[in-house]
């Protein structure tokens, strides 16, 4: 029996899956989702729904929780800044169910990015890390990247989207990048949702204690950043 003679579509069909697969066609979707992310953000304010439309009576006690976390993750994928949406949660679930839903939104918002940068980004980001910075970062995230992971998110004020894209754009694995962010981001998210949880009374010791490591380790930040960054130049 003679073999089929292929067909001048299959070919063509083959050739379009190439491309629509290509490493610059996948970090081209990657652009437009962050566009349209970023777009959404300031068009809808998604930060405001949380805070001020969850007074629906259906959705109450773990079920409100567990939604608040999702919202929270997608929020984050959309950046929005975490210090907002922390004080949502303190100030709609009280400080302990406000944690929880902070940090699972966290870690759900984080690995999000994390998937999103890996799958679409990282095989055409890879060979354009040829600076010495980019190369030095890549290489402490991909040999060293809990521990990294775990400073950068110890400290505040470093961007929460940009760490997830140059992980995902790194060697680190799934496991360390989401346990290093759940750890690293129990301080202060656990400080902000305090402070959410008890904004209706600003002089209590407990809200002042909460502002005061706010204003402590945003402090510690910037000279942490100064000294690197003076250090660099010396360099």
């Not at 304010?45 to 919202?71: D, I, K, M, Y």
């Not at 940090?103 to 999103?116: D, E, H, K, N, Q």
């Amino acid at each position: 029996m003679l073999d089929p003679v292929p067909r001048p579509s299959s070919g063509l069909a083959i050739r379009c899956t190439r491309v629509l697969l290509s490493p610059w066609s996948r970090l081209s979707l990657l652009l437009m989702v962050l566009a349209a992310a970023a777009v959404t953000m300031v068009l809808y304010e998604p930060q405001r729904l949380l805070s001020e439309g969850w007074s629906s009576p259906q959705l109450t006690g773990t079920v409100a929780v567990v939604l608040f976390g999702v919202a929270y993750g997608a929020c984050t994928a959309a950046f929005v800044p975490r210090p907002l949406l922390n004080l949502a949660a303190g100030a709609l679930f009280g400080s302990q169910a406000g944690i929880a839903a902070a940090l699972t939104g966290t870690v759900l918002g984080a690995g999000i990015a994390f998937t999103l940068g890996r799958v679409l980004g990282q095989d055409a980001l890879r060979p354009l890390l040829r600076g010495r910075w980019l190369k030095a970062a890549d290489s402490q995230l991909s040999r060293h990247g809990f521990r990294s992971v775990l400073a950068l998110r110890l400290f505040p004020g470093v961007p929460f989207a940009a760490t997830n894209y140059c992980a995902a754009v790194s060697r680190m694995g799934y496991v360390p990048f989401l346990l290093a962010t759940g750890l690293g981001s129990i301080p202060n998210t656990a400080a902000y949702v305090v402070a959410g949880s008890r904004a209706g009374s600003p002089t209590s010791p407990v809200f002042l204690m909460a502002m005061g490591f706010i204003v402590l380790t945003g402090a510690g930040a910037a000279v942490v950043a100064w000294r690197k960054r003076h250090g660099l130049r010396g360099h």
